[in-house]
């Protein structure tokens, strides 16, 4: 009967010990996922961010692309109100 009851105590212990291995596993798994997860989400935002500031650019190159149009058609249009000044006093 003792013999018995050893055995019994020995497979609970083997089991309890199966079970703390397996969650760990489990948790190492869980974690592994999470990181993955987490990393996939930064990537996320990154590329976000990368996106936003290509169009920050973009705006930024388009506006300066405009204000130099605007600022040679002003130049041309003094060339020539200057020219036709200068034709007026011969």
Known sequence: ???AIE???QMDLKN???KKQKNQQMMAEVEVSNKLAQDAKQARIN????EEMEI???NK???LK????IEEERRIREEKEHEIQRLREM
């Open 1 to 3: 009967m003792l013999r």
């Open 61 to 63: 190159e388009k506006d």
């Open 16 to 18: 309890a010990e199966a």
């Open 7 to 9: 055995q019994l105590k």
């Open 66 to 69: 405009e204000q130099a149009r």
């Open 47 to 50: 590329k976000e961010k990368e």
């Open 56 to 58: 920050v650019r973009y």
